[in-house]
Protein backbone atom coordinates (compact mmCIF):
# COMPACT_ATOMS: atom_id res chain seq x y z
CA UNK A 1 0.00 0.00 0.00
CA UNK A 2 2.94 2.26 1.06
CA UNK A 3 4.91 2.20 -2.22
CA UNK A 4 1.85 3.49 -4.14
CA UNK A 5 1.16 6.22 -2.35
CA UNK A 6 2.76 9.20 -4.54
CA UNK A 7 2.87 12.11 -2.67
CA UNK A 8 5.77 12.06 -0.54
CA UNK A 9 4.54 13.97 2.35
CA UNK A 10 2.00 11.57 2.80
CA UNK A 11 4.25 8.42 2.68
CA UNK A 12 6.01 10.17 5.38
CA UNK A 13 3.02 10.55 8.09
CA UNK A 14 1.65 7.54 7.10
CA UNK A 15 5.41 5.90 8.28
CA UNK A 16 4.87 7.98 11.30
CA UNK A 17 1.20 7.01 11.67
CA UNK A 18 2.10 3.30 11.42
CA UNK A 19 5.27 3.79 13.56
CA UNK A 20 3.25 4.90 16.32
CA UNK A 21 0.49 2.69 16.12
CA UNK A 22 3.35 -0.63 16.29
CA UNK A 23 4.58 1.68 18.97
CA UNK A 24 2.22 2.71 20.98
CA UNK A 25 -0.34 -0.30 20.36
CA UNK A 26 -3.28 1.07 23.09
CA UNK A 27 -3.27 4.68 22.44
CA UNK A 28 -5.20 4.85 19.11
CA UNK A 29 -7.96 3.07 19.67
CA UNK A 30 -11.04 5.23 18.70
CA UNK A 31 -14.15 3.68 17.01
CA UNK A 32 -16.63 2.39 18.33
CA UNK A 33 -16.87 -1.80 17.76
CA UNK A 34 -19.57 -2.29 14.90
CA UNK A 35 -21.94 -4.58 16.53
CA UNK A 36 -23.93 -6.88 13.26
CA UNK A 37 -27.53 -6.70 13.18
CA UNK A 38 -29.17 -10.27 13.90
CA UNK A 39 -31.69 -12.19 12.52
CA UNK A 40 -33.32 -15.69 13.61
CA UNK A 41 -35.84 -17.96 13.61
CA UNK A 42 -36.69 -20.57 10.90
CA UNK A 43 -36.83 -18.50 8.09
CA UNK A 44 -34.08 -16.55 7.19
CA UNK A 45 -33.47 -14.45 4.33
CA UNK A 46 -30.00 -12.79 3.03
CA UNK A 47 -29.51 -10.23 0.16
CA UNK A 48 -25.93 -10.41 -1.02
CA UNK A 49 -25.28 -7.04 -2.53
CA UNK A 50 -22.70 -4.60 -3.86
CA UNK A 51 -22.29 -1.30 -1.92
CA UNK A 52 -20.56 1.08 -0.42
CA UNK A 53 -19.05 2.04 2.82
CA UNK A 54 -16.92 4.27 4.85
CA UNK A 55 -13.85 2.56 5.96
CA UNK A 56 -11.99 6.11 5.95
CA UNK A 57 -13.36 9.76 6.91
CA UNK A 58 -13.95 11.00 3.46
CA UNK A 59 -13.49 7.80 1.57
CA UNK A 60 -16.41 5.39 -0.06
CA UNK A 61 -15.01 1.75 -0.09
CA UNK A 62 -16.59 -0.08 -2.87
CA UNK A 63 -17.74 -3.34 -0.85
CA UNK A 64 -20.59 -6.28 -0.59
CA UNK A 65 -22.24 -7.20 2.29
CA UNK A 66 -25.39 -9.89 3.28
CA UNK A 67 -28.36 -6.71 3.71
CA UNK A 68 -25.91 -4.38 4.80
CA UNK A 69 -23.30 -2.61 3.37
CA UNK A 70 -20.95 -4.77 4.94
CA UNK A 71 -20.44 -8.54 6.37
CA UNK A 72 -23.73 -10.05 7.34
CA UNK A 73 -26.21 -10.32 10.16
CA UNK A 74 -25.17 -12.52 12.89
CA UNK A 75 -27.92 -15.64 12.84
CA UNK A 76 -29.00 -17.35 15.62
CA UNK A 77 -30.27 -20.68 14.88
CA UNK A 78 -31.80 -23.35 17.32
CA UNK A 79 -30.56 -27.34 17.37
CA UNK A 80 -33.45 -29.33 16.02
CA UNK A 81 -34.98 -26.28 14.04
CA UNK A 82 -35.94 -26.93 10.44
CA UNK A 83 -34.70 -23.07 8.41
CA UNK A 84 -35.55 -22.37 5.27
CA UNK A 85 -33.35 -19.77 4.03
CA UNK A 86 -33.67 -17.71 0.82
CA UNK A 87 -30.14 -16.27 -0.34
CA UNK A 88 -30.86 -13.80 -3.33
CA UNK A 89 -27.46 -12.82 -5.19
CA UNK A 90 -28.24 -9.38 -5.82
CA UNK A 91 -24.97 -9.19 -6.98
CA UNK A 92 -23.33 -8.28 -10.56
CA UNK A 93 -21.44 -12.26 -10.28
CA UNK A 94 -21.94 -15.46 -9.35
CA UNK A 95 -21.31 -16.76 -6.21
CA UNK A 96 -22.52 -19.32 -3.45
CA UNK A 97 -23.04 -19.03 0.48
CA UNK A 98 -21.31 -21.84 2.41
CA UNK A 99 -22.57 -22.44 5.91
CA UNK A 100 -19.42 -23.34 7.43
CA UNK A 101 -19.00 -25.74 10.07
CA UNK A 102 -22.41 -26.66 9.61
CA UNK A 103 -23.16 -30.45 8.75
CA UNK A 104 -25.70 -30.37 5.87
CA UNK A 105 -26.30 -32.63 2.80
CA UNK A 106 -24.14 -31.45 0.18
CA UNK A 107 -26.49 -30.07 -1.82
CA UNK A 108 -27.21 -27.40 1.00
CA UNK A 109 -24.01 -26.64 1.60
CA UNK A 110 -23.06 -23.69 -0.57
CA UNK A 111 -20.05 -25.18 -2.13
CA UNK A 112 -18.65 -24.19 -5.42
CA UNK A 113 -20.94 -26.26 -6.93
CA UNK A 114 -23.89 -24.76 -5.65
CA UNK A 115 -24.29 -21.94 -7.54
CA UNK A 116 -26.15 -18.91 -7.57
CA UNK A 117 -26.47 -16.87 -10.85
CA UNK A 118 -27.03 -13.00 -10.77
CA UNK A 119 -30.56 -12.34 -10.08
CA UNK A 120 -31.52 -15.27 -8.41
CA UNK A 121 -31.95 -16.54 -5.39
CA UNK A 122 -31.22 -19.89 -3.62
CA UNK A 123 -33.73 -21.66 -1.37
CA UNK A 124 -32.05 -24.56 0.91
CA UNK A 125 -33.90 -25.99 3.62
CA UNK A 126 -32.20 -27.71 6.63
CA UNK A 127 -32.45 -29.28 10.19
CA UNK A 128 -29.89 -27.83 12.29
CA UNK A 129 -27.74 -30.39 13.96
CA UNK A 130 -24.94 -28.85 14.70
CA UNK A 131 -24.21 -28.59 18.53
CA UNK A 132 -23.86 -24.78 19.88
CA UNK A 133 -21.09 -22.50 18.83
CA UNK A 134 -20.04 -20.06 16.71
CA UNK A 135 -20.17 -21.14 13.50
CA UNK A 136 -19.79 -18.89 9.97
CA UNK A 137 -21.00 -18.08 6.02
CA UNK A 138 -19.40 -16.74 3.46
CA UNK A 139 -19.02 -17.00 -0.67
CA UNK A 140 -17.51 -20.43 -2.07
CA UNK A 141 -17.34 -20.21 -5.79
CA UNK A 142 -13.88 -21.22 -6.85
CA UNK A 143 -11.37 -19.06 -7.83
CA UNK A 144 -13.95 -16.09 -6.57
CA UNK A 145 -13.75 -17.03 -2.83
CA UNK A 146 -11.40 -14.59 -1.11
CA UNK A 147 -12.67 -11.30 -4.04
CA UNK A 148 -16.31 -11.83 -2.28
CA UNK A 149 -14.99 -12.79 1.17
CA UNK A 150 -12.44 -9.80 1.07
CA UNK A 151 -15.20 -7.47 -0.42
CA UNK A 152 -16.75 -8.10 2.79
CA UNK A 153 -19.32 -11.16 2.31
CA UNK A 154 -19.14 -13.03 5.65
CA UNK A 155 -21.63 -13.47 8.80
CA UNK A 156 -21.61 -15.36 12.08
CA UNK A 157 -23.65 -17.74 13.04
CA UNK A 158 -24.94 -18.89 16.08
CA UNK A 159 -26.51 -22.31 16.97
CA UNK A 160 -27.56 -22.72 20.56
CA UNK A 161 -28.88 -25.64 22.37
CA UNK A 162 -30.12 -27.04 25.47
CA UNK A 163 -27.15 -27.85 27.00
CA UNK A 164 -25.25 -24.31 26.80
CA UNK A 165 -28.88 -22.74 27.64
CA UNK A 166 -28.51 -24.32 31.30
CA UNK A 167 -25.06 -22.75 31.40
CA UNK A 168 -23.98 -19.61 33.52
CA UNK A 169 -22.55 -17.55 30.66
CA UNK A 170 -22.65 -14.23 29.68
CA UNK A 171 -25.29 -14.30 26.26
CA UNK A 172 -27.10 -11.17 26.01
CA UNK A 173 -25.90 -10.35 22.46
CA UNK A 174 -24.06 -6.63 22.23
CA UNK A 175 -23.66 -6.30 25.83
CA UNK A 176 -21.83 -9.06 27.49
CA UNK A 177 -21.57 -11.63 24.58
CA UNK A 178 -19.99 -10.07 21.88
CA UNK A 179 -19.62 -11.09 18.27
CA UNK A 180 -15.67 -10.63 16.65
CA UNK A 181 -14.90 -10.74 12.88
CA UNK A 182 -11.19 -10.27 12.88
CA UNK A 183 -9.39 -9.38 9.76
CA UNK A 184 -7.04 -7.84 7.62
CA UNK A 185 -7.20 -6.05 4.58
CA UNK A 186 -5.00 -4.03 2.10
CA UNK A 187 -6.51 -0.83 0.97
CA UNK A 188 -5.11 0.97 -2.12
CA UNK A 189 -4.56 4.77 -2.28
CA UNK A 190 -8.30 5.37 -3.35
CA UNK A 191 -9.06 3.20 -0.34
CA UNK A 192 -10.47 0.36 -2.41
CA UNK A 193 -9.76 -3.41 -1.25
CA UNK A 194 -7.19 -4.87 -3.35
CA UNK A 195 -7.60 -8.73 -3.40
CA UNK A 196 -4.86 -11.58 -3.28
CA UNK A 197 -2.75 -8.98 -1.69
CA UNK A 198 0.07 -9.81 0.56
CA UNK A 199 -0.25 -6.35 1.92
CA UNK A 200 -3.18 -7.19 4.57
CA UNK A 201 -1.80 -4.20 6.67
CA UNK A 202 -5.29 -3.01 8.07
CA UNK A 203 -6.92 -4.53 11.10
CA UNK A 204 -10.75 -4.55 11.55
CA UNK A 205 -13.00 -6.17 13.80
CA UNK A 206 -16.44 -6.06 12.59
CA UNK A 207 -15.18 -3.90 9.72
CA UNK A 208 -14.36 -1.02 12.07
CA UNK A 209 -10.74 -0.04 12.11
CA UNK A 210 -8.94 1.32 15.26
CA UNK A 211 -11.59 0.00 17.39
CA UNK A 212 -13.17 0.49 20.92
CA UNK A 213 -15.53 -1.17 23.33
CA UNK A 214 -17.02 -0.56 25.93
CA UNK A 215 -18.31 -3.43 28.84
CA UNK A 216 -19.10 -3.73 32.19
CA UNK A 217 -16.58 -5.04 35.08
CA UNK A 218 -18.28 -8.16 34.54
CA UNK A 219 -17.63 -11.67 32.94
CA UNK A 220 -17.77 -10.92 28.92
CA UNK A 221 -18.31 -13.68 26.16
CA UNK A 222 -16.22 -12.81 22.83
CA UNK A 223 -16.95 -14.93 19.83
CA UNK A 224 -14.07 -14.43 17.67
CA UNK A 225 -13.96 -15.30 13.82
CA UNK A 226 -10.59 -15.23 11.71
CA UNK A 227 -12.02 -14.08 9.00
CA UNK A 228 -8.53 -12.61 7.06
CA UNK A 229 -7.76 -14.30 4.23
CA UNK A 230 -4.65 -15.32 4.92
CA UNK A 231 -3.35 -13.92 8.29
CA UNK A 232 -3.00 -15.85 11.52
CA UNK A 233 -3.31 -14.58 14.80
CA UNK A 234 -2.08 -14.67 18.42
CA UNK A 235 -4.11 -13.28 20.38
CA UNK A 236 -3.50 -12.23 24.05
CA UNK A 237 -4.95 -9.16 26.65
CA UNK A 238 -2.30 -6.70 27.98
CA UNK A 239 -0.35 -7.64 30.88
CA UNK A 240 -1.33 -11.49 30.21
CA UNK A 241 -4.52 -10.83 31.77
CA UNK A 242 -5.91 -14.35 31.41
CA UNK A 243 -8.59 -15.45 28.76
CA UNK A 244 -11.06 -18.28 29.31
CA UNK A 245 -11.19 -20.93 26.45
CA UNK A 246 -14.69 -22.43 26.21
CA UNK A 247 -15.50 -23.30 22.83
CA UNK A 248 -13.84 -24.31 19.82
CA UNK A 249 -14.97 -24.39 16.34
CA UNK A 250 -17.52 -26.54 16.74
CA UNK A 251 -18.60 -26.90 20.20
CA UNK A 252 -18.33 -26.38 23.78
CA UNK A 253 -14.98 -27.70 25.76
CA UNK A 254 -15.03 -29.99 28.44
CA UNK A 255 -14.36 -26.75 30.96
CA UNK A 256 -12.73 -23.21 30.59
CA UNK A 257 -9.14 -23.48 29.51
CA UNK A 258 -7.40 -20.40 30.55
CA UNK A 259 -4.90 -19.41 28.75
CA UNK A 260 -3.19 -16.00 27.87
CA UNK A 261 -2.56 -16.77 24.24
CA UNK A 262 -4.87 -17.84 21.29
CA UNK A 263 -3.64 -18.74 18.33
CA UNK A 264 -6.09 -18.44 15.49
CA UNK A 265 -5.87 -18.97 11.87
CA UNK A 266 -8.31 -18.23 9.03
CA UNK A 267 -11.67 -19.75 9.07
CA UNK A 268 -11.06 -20.99 12.75
CA UNK A 269 -13.53 -19.73 15.59
CA UNK A 270 -12.97 -19.81 19.27
CA UNK A 271 -14.90 -18.12 21.73
CA UNK A 272 -13.65 -17.20 25.16
CA UNK A 273 -14.68 -15.58 28.30
CA UNK A 274 -12.78 -13.02 29.52
CA UNK A 275 -13.35 -11.98 33.61
CA UNK A 276 -13.49 -8.11 33.94
CA UNK A 277 -14.80 -8.03 37.39
CA UNK A 278 -11.28 -6.18 38.79
CA UNK A 279 -10.98 -3.72 36.14
CA UNK A 280 -13.15 -1.34 36.26
CA UNK A 281 -12.04 1.82 35.07
CA UNK A 282 -8.94 0.42 32.71
CA UNK A 283 -8.32 -0.14 29.11
CA UNK A 284 -7.02 -3.04 28.54
CA UNK A 285 -6.20 -4.15 24.86
CA UNK A 286 -6.51 -7.60 22.77
CA UNK A 287 -3.06 -7.77 20.82
CA UNK A 288 -2.03 -10.21 18.61
CA UNK A 289 1.45 -11.05 19.67
CA UNK A 290 2.43 -11.38 16.41
CA UNK A 291 6.39 -11.30 16.94
CA UNK A 292 5.84 -14.74 19.31
CA UNK A 293 4.58 -16.48 16.36
CA UNK A 294 7.10 -18.93 14.49
CA UNK A 295 8.25 -18.57 10.90
CA UNK A 296 6.33 -20.05 8.35
CA UNK A 297 3.48 -18.37 9.51
CA UNK A 298 1.43 -15.80 7.62
CA UNK A 299 1.82 -12.89 10.23
CA UNK A 300 5.52 -14.03 11.71
CA UNK A 301 8.38 -12.00 10.44
CA UNK A 302 9.52 -14.89 7.82
CA UNK A 303 6.50 -16.27 6.05
CA UNK A 304 8.00 -19.54 5.12
CA UNK A 305 10.79 -21.16 7.32
CA UNK A 306 13.55 -18.71 7.35
CA UNK A 307 14.08 -15.27 5.98
CA UNK A 308 15.34 -16.74 2.31
CA UNK A 309 11.87 -18.26 1.70
CA UNK A 310 9.93 -14.35 0.71
CA UNK A 311 6.18 -14.29 -0.70
CA UNK A 312 5.69 -11.30 -2.93
CA UNK A 313 4.90 -8.08 -1.27
CA UNK A 314 4.85 -9.71 2.19
CA UNK A 315 7.62 -7.05 3.12
CA UNK A 316 7.49 -4.44 4.44
CA UNK A 317 4.31 -4.55 6.39
CA UNK A 318 4.24 -3.43 9.59
CA UNK A 319 1.97 -6.51 11.02
CA UNK A 320 4.22 -9.05 10.30
CA UNK A 321 6.28 -10.21 13.33
CA UNK A 322 5.31 -7.19 15.22
CA UNK A 323 2.70 -6.87 18.36
CA UNK A 324 -0.27 -5.41 17.17
CA UNK A 325 -3.81 -3.70 18.56
CA UNK A 326 -6.78 -5.84 17.37
CA UNK A 327 -9.10 -3.91 20.11
CA UNK A 328 -9.72 -2.37 23.22
CA UNK A 329 -11.80 -2.81 25.89
CA UNK A 330 -13.02 0.26 27.73
CA UNK A 331 -13.97 -1.38 31.17
CA UNK A 332 -16.84 0.81 33.09
CA UNK A 333 -19.64 -0.37 35.38
CA UNK A 334 -21.46 -3.86 35.07
CA UNK A 335 -24.44 -4.32 33.27
CA UNK A 336 -27.82 -5.34 34.97
CA UNK A 337 -27.59 -9.14 35.95
CA UNK A 338 -24.03 -9.80 35.32
CA UNK A 339 -21.90 -12.89 35.25
CA UNK A 340 -19.55 -12.33 37.42
CA UNK A 341 -18.29 -16.57 37.82
CA UNK A 342 -15.71 -18.51 35.63
CA UNK A 343 -18.01 -21.63 35.38
CA UNK A 344 -15.94 -24.94 36.53
CA UNK A 345 -17.38 -27.11 34.01
CA UNK A 346 -19.61 -26.90 30.89
CA UNK A 347 -20.14 -29.96 29.01
CA UNK A 348 -19.18 -33.30 28.24
CA UNK A 349 -17.27 -34.48 24.93
CA UNK A 350 -16.80 -37.87 24.55
CA UNK A 351 -13.91 -38.23 21.84
CA UNK A 352 -13.95 -41.04 19.29
CA UNK A 353 -11.25 -43.28 20.16
CA UNK A 354 -8.44 -43.89 17.29
CA UNK A 355 -9.56 -47.67 17.67
CA UNK A 356 -13.24 -47.46 15.83
CA UNK A 357 -11.37 -46.00 12.74
CA UNK A 358 -12.10 -48.03 9.61
CA UNK A 359 -9.31 -46.01 7.37
CA UNK A 360 -6.44 -43.97 7.28
CA UNK A 361 -6.30 -41.56 4.57
CA UNK A 362 -3.21 -39.91 4.49
CA UNK A 363 -3.01 -36.40 2.98
CA UNK A 364 0.53 -34.66 1.61
CA UNK A 365 0.58 -31.21 1.49
CA UNK A 366 3.30 -29.62 -0.68
CA UNK A 367 4.49 -26.57 -2.46
CA UNK A 368 3.79 -26.44 -6.82
CA UNK A 369 7.75 -26.49 -7.06
CA UNK A 370 10.01 -26.94 -4.43
CA UNK A 371 12.32 -24.21 -3.19
CA UNK A 372 13.18 -21.01 -1.82
CA UNK A 373 10.73 -19.46 -4.02
CA UNK A 374 7.92 -22.11 -3.27
CA UNK A 375 5.86 -19.71 -1.43
CA UNK A 376 5.01 -18.33 -4.66
CA UNK A 377 3.92 -20.96 -7.14
CA UNK A 378 0.64 -22.18 -5.39
CA UNK A 379 0.33 -25.59 -3.27
CA UNK A 380 -1.12 -28.93 -4.01
CA UNK A 381 -2.49 -31.48 -2.01
CA UNK A 382 -1.82 -35.33 -2.51
CA UNK A 383 0.34 -33.43 -5.60
CA UNK A 384 -2.80 -32.12 -7.48
CA UNK A 385 -4.82 -29.02 -7.94
CA UNK A 386 -8.26 -28.80 -7.77
CA UNK A 387 -10.33 -30.38 -10.13
CA UNK A 388 -14.41 -29.88 -9.82
CA UNK A 389 -14.91 -32.87 -12.32
CA UNK A 390 -12.60 -35.39 -9.92
CA UNK A 391 -13.66 -36.98 -7.15
CA UNK A 392 -10.63 -37.52 -4.63
CA UNK A 393 -12.46 -39.50 -1.82
CA UNK A 394 -15.29 -42.19 -1.85
CA UNK A 395 -16.33 -41.89 1.68
CA UNK A 396 -18.64 -45.08 2.95
CA UNK A 397 -21.63 -43.45 4.64
CA UNK A 398 -21.08 -43.71 8.68
CA UNK A 399 -17.08 -44.44 8.45
CA UNK A 400 -14.72 -43.58 10.96
CA UNK A 401 -11.83 -42.03 9.73
CA UNK A 402 -8.73 -41.19 10.75
CA UNK A 403 -6.92 -38.32 8.17
CA UNK A 404 -3.47 -38.23 8.92
CA UNK A 405 -2.30 -34.54 6.58
CA UNK A 406 1.15 -33.72 6.54
CA UNK A 407 2.87 -30.33 5.58
CA UNK A 408 5.76 -30.90 3.68
CA UNK A 409 5.81 -27.03 2.20
CA UNK A 410 6.86 -24.36 3.58
CA UNK A 411 4.33 -22.68 5.28
CA UNK A 412 1.67 -23.28 7.87
CA UNK A 413 -1.89 -24.11 6.07
CA UNK A 414 -5.48 -23.93 8.26
CA UNK A 415 -6.96 -27.37 6.76
CA UNK A 416 -10.74 -27.10 6.80
CA UNK A 417 -13.25 -30.17 5.69
CA UNK A 418 -16.62 -29.56 5.31
CA UNK A 419 -20.12 -31.55 6.62
CA UNK A 420 -18.16 -32.97 9.64
CA UNK A 421 -16.70 -31.80 12.94
CA UNK A 422 -13.35 -33.83 14.13
CA UNK A 423 -11.66 -34.38 17.27
CA UNK A 424 -7.35 -33.51 16.85
CA UNK A 425 -5.79 -36.97 17.48
CA UNK A 426 -1.90 -35.88 17.59
CA UNK A 427 0.64 -33.46 16.22
CA UNK A 428 3.79 -35.14 15.00
CA UNK A 429 3.01 -38.04 17.20
CA UNK A 430 1.61 -35.50 20.34
CA UNK A 431 -1.56 -35.19 21.97
CA UNK A 432 -3.01 -31.79 21.45
CA UNK A 433 -2.94 -29.17 24.44
CA UNK A 434 -6.38 -29.19 26.14
CA UNK A 435 -7.44 -26.29 24.19
CA UNK A 436 -7.63 -28.37 21.20
CA UNK A 437 -9.60 -31.37 22.70
CA UNK A 438 -12.60 -29.83 21.51
CA UNK A 439 -14.12 -30.11 18.14
CA UNK A 440 -12.58 -28.41 15.03
CA UNK A 441 -13.17 -28.09 11.21
CA UNK A 442 -9.59 -25.89 10.84
CA UNK A 443 -6.40 -26.59 12.06
CA UNK A 444 -3.47 -25.01 11.28
CA UNK A 445 -0.65 -27.63 10.09
CA UNK A 446 2.79 -26.09 10.53
CA UNK A 447 5.57 -26.80 7.99
CA UNK A 448 7.17 -30.34 8.72
CA UNK A 449 4.12 -30.84 10.41
CA UNK A 450 2.11 -34.16 10.77
CA UNK A 451 -1.53 -33.67 12.39
CA UNK A 452 -3.93 -36.76 12.62
CA UNK A 453 -7.74 -36.09 13.31
CA UNK A 454 -10.63 -38.46 13.87
CA UNK A 455 -14.46 -38.03 12.63
CA UNK A 456 -17.39 -40.29 11.54
CA UNK A 457 -19.28 -39.20 8.22
CA UNK A 458 -22.72 -39.51 8.94
CA UNK A 459 -25.91 -38.80 7.78
CA UNK A 460 -25.68 -37.51 4.38
CA UNK A 461 -24.91 -39.08 1.18
CA UNK A 462 -25.02 -38.00 -2.23
CA UNK A 463 -22.98 -39.04 -5.06
CA UNK A 464 -23.48 -36.26 -6.97
CA UNK A 465 -22.34 -33.12 -5.21
CA UNK A 466 -19.70 -33.40 -3.47
CA UNK A 467 -18.31 -31.68 0.14
CA UNK A 468 -14.90 -29.84 -0.48
CA UNK A 469 -11.27 -29.75 1.94
CA UNK A 470 -9.22 -27.22 1.40
CA UNK A 471 -6.67 -24.52 2.57
CA UNK A 472 -8.49 -21.93 4.16
CA UNK A 473 -6.11 -19.50 3.41
CA UNK A 474 -8.32 -17.76 0.28
CA UNK A 475 -5.59 -17.42 -1.86
CA UNK A 476 -4.33 -21.18 -1.85
CA UNK A 477 -7.75 -22.33 -2.02
CA UNK A 478 -8.83 -20.11 -5.64
CA UNK A 479 -5.63 -21.22 -6.77
CA UNK A 480 -6.42 -24.88 -6.43
CA UNK A 481 -5.42 -26.06 -3.03
CA UNK A 482 -8.83 -27.82 -2.63
CA UNK A 483 -10.12 -31.39 -3.43
CA UNK A 484 -13.34 -33.16 -3.06
CA UNK A 485 -15.20 -35.88 -1.72
CA UNK A 486 -18.38 -37.46 -1.62
CA UNK A 487 -20.14 -39.99 0.65
CA UNK A 488 -21.95 -42.80 -0.40
CA UNK A 489 -24.41 -44.96 1.21
CA UNK A 490 -23.15 -48.21 1.07
CA UNK A 491 -26.41 -50.22 1.52
CA UNK A 492 -27.70 -49.08 -1.55
CA UNK A 493 -24.63 -49.99 -3.59
CA UNK A 494 -24.70 -53.46 -1.61
CA UNK A 495 -27.70 -53.96 -2.59
CA UNK A 496 -26.73 -55.38 -6.36
CA UNK A 497 -24.01 -57.78 -5.22
CA UNK A 498 -24.35 -61.64 -5.61
CA UNK A 499 -23.48 -64.25 -3.33
CA UNK A 500 -21.16 -66.77 -4.45
CA UNK A 501 -19.81 -69.69 -2.76
CA UNK A 502 -16.17 -69.98 -4.42
CA UNK A 503 -13.49 -71.27 -2.23
CA UNK A 504 -11.33 -68.07 -2.94
CA UNK A 505 -12.29 -64.26 -2.80
CA UNK A 506 -14.82 -62.95 -5.56
CA UNK A 507 -14.96 -59.91 -7.15
CA UNK A 508 -17.98 -58.37 -8.70
CA UNK A 509 -19.35 -56.50 -10.19
CA UNK A 510 -17.16 -57.35 -13.08
CA UNK A 511 -17.62 -55.29 -15.18
CA UNK A 512 -16.75 -52.71 -12.42
CA UNK A 513 -19.30 -49.31 -12.39
CA UNK A 514 -19.66 -46.69 -10.23
CA UNK A 515 -15.81 -46.67 -9.21
CA UNK A 516 -15.81 -49.67 -6.93
CA UNK A 517 -15.24 -53.19 -6.71
CA UNK A 518 -16.71 -54.87 -3.92
CA UNK A 519 -14.71 -58.29 -2.83
CA UNK A 520 -16.07 -60.60 -0.27
CA UNK A 521 -13.94 -62.51 1.72
CA UNK A 522 -16.36 -65.19 3.16
CA UNK A 523 -15.59 -69.04 3.56
CA UNK A 524 -12.73 -68.10 5.79
CA UNK A 525 -10.12 -66.52 3.51
CA UNK A 526 -7.77 -63.88 5.12
CA UNK A 527 -7.20 -61.42 2.46
CA UNK A 528 -3.72 -59.81 3.44
CA UNK A 529 -3.08 -57.85 0.15
CA UNK A 530 -5.36 -56.61 -2.64
CA UNK A 531 -3.60 -54.65 -5.53
CA UNK A 532 -4.91 -53.18 -9.05
CA UNK A 533 -2.66 -53.35 -11.81
CA UNK A 534 -2.40 -52.12 -15.20
CA UNK A 535 -2.62 -54.67 -18.23
CA UNK A 536 1.73 -53.67 -18.90
CA UNK A 537 1.67 -54.65 -15.15
CA UNK A 538 2.02 -51.43 -13.36
CA UNK A 539 0.90 -51.20 -9.93
CA UNK A 540 -1.84 -48.47 -9.27
CA UNK A 541 -0.95 -47.03 -6.26
CA UNK A 542 -3.77 -44.65 -6.21
CA UNK A 543 -6.30 -47.41 -5.03
CA UNK A 544 -7.87 -46.61 -2.25
CA UNK A 545 -8.79 -50.05 -0.23
CA UNK A 546 -10.32 -50.70 3.23
CA UNK A 547 -11.67 -53.37 4.40
CA UNK A 548 -15.46 -52.93 6.20
CA UNK A 549 -16.58 -56.07 8.18
CA UNK A 550 -16.15 -59.54 5.67
CA UNK A 551 -16.15 -56.49 2.79
CA UNK A 552 -13.49 -55.46 0.86
CA UNK A 553 -14.00 -51.83 -1.19
CA UNK A 554 -11.53 -51.18 -3.86
CA UNK A 555 -11.70 -47.35 -5.07
CA UNK A 556 -11.31 -46.99 -8.25
CA UNK A 557 -9.71 -43.41 -9.27
CA UNK A 558 -11.88 -41.66 -12.06
CA UNK A 559 -10.02 -41.99 -14.77
CA UNK A 560 -9.16 -45.72 -14.62
CA UNK A 561 -11.18 -47.39 -18.27
CA UNK A 562 -10.45 -50.45 -19.65
CA UNK A 563 -9.22 -53.69 -18.75
CA UNK A 564 -7.25 -53.84 -15.47
CA UNK A 565 -5.74 -57.18 -13.07
CA UNK A 566 -6.99 -57.34 -9.63
CA UNK A 567 -4.75 -59.36 -7.56
CA UNK A 568 -6.11 -60.75 -4.14
CA UNK A 569 -3.25 -61.88 -1.75
CA UNK A 570 -4.44 -64.88 0.93
CA UNK A 571 -2.22 -66.54 3.24
CA UNK A 572 -1.64 -69.70 0.91
CA UNK A 573 -2.47 -67.86 -2.66
CA UNK A 574 -2.43 -65.37 -5.11
CA UNK A 575 -4.79 -64.83 -7.55
CA UNK A 576 -5.56 -62.62 -10.47
CA UNK A 577 -8.53 -61.66 -11.90
CA UNK A 578 -9.41 -59.60 -15.00
CA UNK A 579 -11.68 -56.20 -14.50
CA UNK A 580 -13.62 -54.49 -17.25
CA UNK A 581 -13.78 -50.93 -15.01
CA UNK A 582 -16.06 -48.79 -16.87
CA UNK A 583 -16.03 -45.70 -15.33
CU1 LIG B 1 -15.00 -21.75 5.23
CU2 LIG B 1 -14.81 -24.51 2.42
O1 LIG B 1 -14.91 -23.08 3.74
CU1 LIG C 1 -16.56 -24.96 5.29
CU1 LIG D 1 -2.51 -22.96 2.37
Redesign the pocket.
Known amino acids: MLSTITKPDIRISAVIFLLLRALVPTALSQNALQIPDTLSGTKIDLDLRTDSFSFYPGFYTQTMGVNSAILGPTLFLNKGDLVKFSVKNSLPDTTTLHWHGLHVSSSDDGGPHTIIAPGTTWSPEFRILNRAATYWYHPHLHHKTDKHVSKGISGLLIVRDQFEAKLPLPRSYGSDDFPMVIQTKDFDTNKEILIHSNNDDVVMVNATIEPFLKVGAQVIRCRVLNGSSQRTFNLGLTDNHVMYLIASDGGLLNKPESVTRLMLSPGERAEILIDFSEDKGKKIALLSYASELANGIYGASNPGMGPGMNLTGYKPNVLNGTDFNVLEFKIGAPTANPITQIPNNLINNTRIPESQSDITRNLL?SPRTMGMNQLNGG?LINNQKFSPTRIDYRIPINNTEIWSIRNMSG?A??FHIHDVQFFILDRNGMSPSSAELGLKDVVLIRPQETVRFITKFEDFADTTVPYMFH???LT??DDG?MEQFIVFDTSQTLSFRKVNANRRPITYPNPVYDSKIFLNSENNTTVKEINLYSVTGEKLTEVGIFSKNTEFVIEIPLGLNGWYFLEVVTESTSSYERVLINN
Open positions: LFIHPCHMHEM
